[in-house]
């Protein structure tokens, strides 16, 4: 079945680089996606990458794509205490068609 | 960019009565809306998928009679929570996908019910 693992947690500090992890099993995924979510409110789509990708760059997000490996990441340069909130990762074979299958989330927080 | 609009933010019921939640589209037509729920600290999960003018497909575990969804039009999807109880307290989120599209997935703003 389907399944996206993230790490629970990460703490950094200020101006620094963060790099967010996440694994998936789905081998037709054609579609990954990177949503943070503030406390109380809904997702808001940072990013997305399309499978045939290795890497995708917008502005202090960089994300990265190891297909071999199912394995996702995204980077955030330049940590901001605004970045604390929690990332999903989120993979679906279609876009649009098919609900996105979330990881459990990972919190950051940004240590000034 | 896609825009969905999701009401109420937050709504306080008593045990026993119905809430109704709107998810509209407000520049776009959405085919398909997706209904989740959240707990506290945890990740989201989808309850139900509906494509405007069908019935929707339930997820495994996710009562059908309990959570009513209506998607009469490409804008616009009601979940009802009906005969509410203190166990329905969670965090509801729409999402509506107008095809095609990569990032064709927008999120409303979520619904926090409290059931008391």
């Known amino acids: 079945g389907e399944d996206v693992e993230q790490s629970l947690f990460l703490s950094v500090r200020e101006g620094d680089s963060s790099v967010i992890n996440c694994t998936y099993t789905?081998?037709?995924?054609?579609?990954l996606y990177w949503y943070k979510q503030e406390p109380g409110a809904g997702l808001q789509l940072l990013t997305y990458?399309?499978?045939?990708?290795d890497m995708k760059q917008d502005q202090r997000l960089t994300v990265l794509l190891n297909k071999k490996d199912k394995h996702l990441s995204l980077r955030i340069a330049d940590t901001q205490t605004g970045d604390s909130a929690i990332y999903f990762c989120?993979?679906?074979?279609?876009?649009?068609?098919?609900?996105?299958?979330f990881g459990k989330g990972t919190r950051l927080s940004v240590i000034a | 960019g896609a825009v969905v609009s999701q009401h109420p933010s937050r709504v306080i019921c008593k045990s026993g009565t119905s809430v109704k939640i709107e998810c509209r589209s407000l520049?776009?037509?959405?085919?398909?809306m997706f209904w989740y729920r959240q707990f506290p600290k945890k990740s989201l999960m989808l309850m139900a998928t509906?494509?405007?003018?069908?019935?929707?497909?339930?997820e495994q575990g996710v009562e059908k009679d309990k959570f009513l969804i209506n998607h009469a039009s490409l804008t616009l999807s009601t979940l009802t929570v009906t005969s509410a109880h203190p166990e329905d307290s969670s965090f509801y989120i729409c999402?509506?996908?107008?095809?095609?599209?990569?990032?064709?997935?927008?999120f409303g703003s979520g619904t926090r019910l409290t059931v008391v």
């Open positions: 999402s509506a996908s107008a095809l095609p599209a990569p990032g064709g997935y927008t």
């Open positions: 990458i399309f499978s045939n990708m």
């Open positions: 509906s494509n405007e003018g069908s019935k929707a497909t339930y």
């Open positions: 520049d776009f037509q959405a085919t398909t």
């Open positions: 789905d081998s037709s995924s054609t579609y």
């Open positions: 989120a993979e679906s074979r279609n876009s649009g068609n098919t609900p996105l299958v």
